[in-house]
């Protein structure tokens, strides 16, 4: 069926240590992405979007993530966690028109 | 953050009984979206609205049904509500049909 995939479900890191979180989706044709993070006990905001352009896209809090629409890629990068950083990220899709189908989410931990 | 508000933010209710949602916006986008969150499948779609009095099911609309009488509420209703609807549900807005969407702050439902 087609999908979102985040491989990784739980990563933890210590503070000052680069992230990179995988994402790949199955769709042929048009897909917009999206990198959505949850805090604990807080609702879904948006870190960043690709739509067309540059395939490296930045977003807020220092995140970035890079299209490589060869690998049906998008995966999300930040060169220095922080304690604050600790979340739940969803990674998301939105194919040729079609309803936004989300990534099961990577639970990311930042030990102090 | 976006303006939107979900009540109520917590319920308990039993197996069999009838369950409305509200979704409630003050920016006037013209879709809106309810989701359901469980651990291990993300964010799945329940039901959409692309305008007033018009809906459409998503991914997981078994046991579920939407109304939208003005622009500004959308309703879910859980007919008879059943222990696998135990969940947190999120609506969600957007201006269009495949750009960002925003998150309201979510309902815990337990069905017992």
């Known amino acids: 069926a087609q999908s979102v995939s985040q491989h990784n479900h739980h990563v933890i890191l210590s503070e000052a240590a680069s992230l990179e979180l995988g994402c790949n989706y199955s769709y042929g044709g048009t897909v917009n992405l999206f990198w959505y993070v949850q805090y604990p006990g807080q609702h879904l905001q948006l870190l960043l979007k690709y739509f067309s352009g540059d395939p490296l896209v930045k977003g807020i809090k220092g995140f970035e993530a890079e299209f490589i629409k060869s690998k049906f890629s998008f995966n999300l990068r930040k060169p220095s966690v922080q304690w604050s950083d600790t979340a739940e990220y969803f990674c998301a899709a939105v194919p040729n028109n079609n309803d936004m189908r989300f990534g099961a989410g990577t639970r990311l931990t930042v030990k102090p | 953050d976006a303006g939107i508000t979900q009540s109520p933010r917590h319920k308990v209710t039993e197996t069999g009984t009838p369950v409305t949602l509200r979704c409630h916006q003050t920016?006037?986008?013209?879709?809106m979206y309810w989701y359901r969150q469980d651990p291990g499948h993300g964010l799945r779609l329940i039901h959409y609205?692309?305008?007033?009095?018009?809906?459409d099911k998503g991914e997981v609309s078994d046991g579920y049904s939407v109304s939208r009488s003005k622009t500004e509420d959308f309703l879910l209703t859980l007919e008879s509500a059943t222990s696998s609807q135990t969940s947190v549900y999120f609506c969600a807005i957007s201006s269009g049909p495949v750009g960002e969407q925003y998150f309201g702050p979510g309902t815990r439902l337990t069905v017992t």
């Open positions: 609205s692309y305008g007033v009095k018009d809906t």
């Open positions: 920016e006037n986008h013209r879709y």
